[in-house]
């Protein structure tokens, strides 16, 4: 049994890397459907010899080329999907049309990030259906939410790549988009609203129920900690402003800022508490759609998605009395993002940055764990450091191809502000709870959640405020951070390969 298992799981692998690959070689360079078709030739032409020769070795090679042809099909198709013709002949052109807001708004300080959904287009007299997503930038106010229907003039253009004020790196802003469904974008269009509550009725309760949230957590708490605690709790897309982005760049912990994968950890293992004094199939299903939920109403972006899938493992897991094999939940969680949107894996850094700091806490952590053992265990203090050293190391090629600075006050910084988050968020939760019954109720737990942000945001200043708080490296190709992993690898595999030898030999 443990045989037929262990070769079962070799296969998935073999196949889930295989068809990483090919979305990964599709996402750089175009390839016609003749080559996918020639690549499944040579699949059914391996599965043949498999079935002649009973070869194991012929079947990874079937798998490794399906997985290829998956990979590379599933790219190209979703490559060209969103474009318009219509709007692609008239870029640059005033047009007027009729769309559909289909995400929370991105509000900023003057200005709020729109994403909508085009449905008609009025040309040359005529309304023309189209099926398209737009990025709107807007004035602050009025206000528009989830499911209003407006009715947009403007010039429609294209995203533009831009370059970085600090390190001079460009960002590929228009695969960035795209990995979102957008390939058009208007700025200070002409907006008026048509008719409200059009959107999917449980997303609208979802953002309603959010946007109370967090109108209880501003009145209690004084900004900018009423923000910071908004994207820690909720994910909220408020801006904290310039200066103090770039302070938590500086000190590396802009991880904090809006909902990342360690927040829903803490979220989801809340829930499975809560719901673990229910009968267990009850509990199962509640904490299960709790989480759900939750990841919709927080956004679902990369990082939440795959966070929510693997606590839904975990859940599975623990019903079913089955080991948790977090390696196999890391993967088939990737998997399936990809298989619903492969261009996230060039394209969303989000994505990149989260996955890679899951591997690096996953087979990282028992590496520095014997040397980090002078810390003390109270308060969590060690098991911060274990995870902060091993995920800071493991993202560090991607970040210094991305962003081209390095923060050399990482560690410090996170062993001050990452034990005290898990407290701030409940605190600052139940103040945004209790706000919906009792103003009186919620503000002592205001007045902890908002000592907790003060003392955070204190802690980033003072950092950030040291010259050698951060160093900007020079530019690397993405060949280097290939190699980089490609050595992160080997030592992995020889590390624990010796690991495995050493435990067999006593």
Known sequence: MNGILSSTRVYFFVFVLSFTLGVAVRSVFQFPFSFSFLLLFLSFLSLFLFFVTRAKEVFLVTLCILGLVAGVTRFSISAESGRATLIEKHLGEEMRFEALIVEEPDERDQTAK???????????????????????????????????????????????????????????????????????????????????????????????????????????????????????????????????????????????????????????????????FFWPLFSVSLASISIVLFAIMVGGSATVVRATIMALLVILARRTGRVYDVTTALFL???????????ILAFDPSFQLSFLATVGLIYFSPLFEKHLRFMPERFGIRDVAIATVSTQIFVLPVLIYMMGEVSIVALPVNLLVLLFIPATMLFGFLTGLLGFLSSALSMP?????????????????????????????????LLFVFFVYAIYALFIYWYYTKAIKLKAQK
């Open 445 to 477: 737990f205001a007045f902890i959640s908002g000592a907790l942000l003060s003392y955070e945001l204190g802690i980033t200043d003072m950092f950030a405020r040291l010259p050698f708080a951060s160093v900007t490296v020079p530019e690397v190709s």
């Open 114 to 276: 729109i994403t909508v959904r085009a449905k008609n287009i009025f040309r040359a007299g005529e309304k023309m259906p189209i099926d398209t997503k737009i990025l709107l930038t807007v004035s602050r106010y009025p206000e528009y939410n989830y499911g209003d229907e407006v009715t947009v003039s403007g010039r429609i253009t294209k995203p533009k790549a831009f370059a970085d004020e600090n390190t001079g790196r460009t960002f590929d802003y228009p695969s960035y988009l795209s990995a979102k469904g957008i390939y058009y974008e208007m700025f200070r269009p002409s907006v008026s609203l048509a008719a409200e509550g059009r959107g999917n009725p449980v997303r609208s309760a979802l953002f309603s129920l959010k946007k109370n949230f967090i109108q209880n957590i501003s009145e209690r708490i004084q900004e900018p900690e009423s923000s910071l605690l908004s994207g820690l709790v909720v994910g909220a897309k408020q801006s904290l402003g310039s200066d103090l982005l770039d302070q938590f760049r500086r000190v590396g912990i802009i991880h904090i800022v809006v909902l990342s994968g360690y927040n829903i950890t803490i979220i989801a293992d809340s829930i499975l508490k809560f719901f673990s």
């Open 333 to 343: 969680a990737g998997f399936l993002m990809l298989l619903q949107n492969p261009k």
